[in-house]
Every structure is written in structure tokens, then in C-alpha cells.
């Protein structure tokens, strides 16, 4: 039999960036979060979340610098945009999953990228990222031996404290029931949008975003 020889790649590839902040939260942060708690949480989908959806406009100078950092770096790496461009976060949210508790899938609309960063998890926490290809895939039902980054629907991610994930705002997304009897997973998430040029003049695409 002739030796014959093949490759496999992966095309259209989907970001998801990690970083982890290595400083605890400082008492000035930890005073912010309780503040934020303090002023109402009220029930979502599946889960809590505060009633100021724009937390770092006012609130845990720090963490939103550190953020900001990371906001950049994934432009930079991910997007290499030609024009100069700034990507500022827009909303900001805090949420709580009691025991009991998830939250159910979903998007994030009239953001460009969208981060989650962890106040606290609890044991063996994760982020469970959804194939937005799924419903195409599906269209053939082939039950896998084993499971590859090609044939899964959704991607079970593990996250710890003062983790922080950034990824397009389009990639949906929910989080697993908290199975502790009485611990809370507390997080912190944002929306972005972008300032500057963006299209191409020649292209009748261009837009000019203030």
C-alpha cells in the first residue's frame, strides 16, 4: 500500500483570551463590590445582577485599568487594526449565581468584545463557550467516538479566581448550575465598543465612530 500523507487544519478560528490578575482585591475594592451589592441586586434569567450596569464608570479604578490593558493587548493581537482605533468598555455589571443557581445562554448585542472577570469562583467552576456553527453542523448527526475541537457543540472552559476572558461579543455563552450548598460565584461583566475609522472609503464602507 503506498504511504500516503495528509494534514488537518483549523480555519475561521474563534478567540477566547485569558489573563489572570496575580494582586488580591485591595480594601478599597473589596469596600466598591460590597457598595455596588449594597445598592441592589435583583433576579435575572437564572442568576442576579446589580442594578448599576455601569460599575467601572464610577467604581474599582484598578480592575478596570487592568481590563483596559488586556482590552488593548486583545485588539492588538486578535484584530490588528490598520486604523487606530479605541476600544473602551461601555457597560459594566456585577453577578452573583447563588447555590443553585447558572446562567442561561446567551449574546452580548452592541458590544464588539465582551469580558468576564472573576471576584470569586467556587470549585471547579467553568464558562461553557456555544459553537455558533452548531445548527449547521447538526444538519448531519455523526456520533463521535471521541470528542475534538472540530466535533463539539460547546466548549467547557475552567475559570478561577481573578481570571479574566475576553471574546467577540457574538460567541454565546452560559455558565453551570453553582452546586455549593453555600458559597456564591460572584463575577464582573462588560461590553465594549470602538472609537475612531472603521470600513473602508473605497469600499463605500466607511464609518467615523466618536
Known amino acids: 500500500m503506498t504511504q500516503q500523507s495528509f494534514g488537518i487544519k ?8 485569558f489573563a489572570h ?3 488580591d482585591l ?7 463590590i460590597e457598595d455596588i451589592i449594597n445598592e441592589g441586586i435583583h433576579p435575572s434569567v437564572s442568576n442576579s445582577v446589580s442594578q ?7 467604581k474599582l479604578k484598578n480592575l478596570k ?8 493587548k486583545y485588539a492588538e493581537e486578535i484584530l490588528n487594526p490598520k486604523q487606530e482605533l479605541d476600544f473602551y468598555i461601555t457597560q459594566s455589571w456585577l453577578n452573583i449565581s447563588k447555590p443553585g443557581e447558572s446562567h442561561h445562554q446567551h449574546w452580548h448585542p452592541n458590544s464588539s468584545i465582551s ?23 447538526r444538519m448531519l ?36 448550575k453553582n452546586k455549593k450548598a453555600t458559597e456564591d460565584r460572584i ?24
Not at 455523526?142 to 457574538?170: G, Y
Open 21 to 23: 490578575r496575580n494582586s
Open 141 to 176: 448527526i455523526i456520533e463521535a467516538k471521541e470528542a475534538n475541537s472540530f466535533n463539539l457543540d460547546a466548549w467547557r472552559q475552567s475559570v478561577n479566581t481573578f481570571d479574566l476572558l475576553l471574546f467577540p461579543s457574538w460567541l454565546e455563552h452560559s455558565v453551570s
Open 115 to 137: 469580558g468576564v472577570f472573576y471576584i470569586k469562583t467556587v470549585k471547579d467552576d467553568e464558562i461553557l463557550f456555544h459553537d455558533p456553527n452548531h445548527k449547521i453542523k
Open 26 to 32: 485591595d480594601s478599597s475594592e473589596i469596600k466598591d
Open 52 to 58: 448599576n450596569n455601569f460599575i467601572f464608570d464610577t
Open 65 to 72: 485599568e487592568f481590563c483596559e490593558q488586556h482590552i488593548k
Open 187 to 210: 463575577s464582573i461583566s462588560f461590553n465594549t465598543f470602538v472609537r475612531g475609522i472603521i470600513g473602508n472609503k473605497g469600499g463605500s464602507s466607511e464609518l467615523v465612530l466618536k
Open 10 to 17: 483549523g480555519i475561521f478560528p474563534c478567540p477566547v483570551y
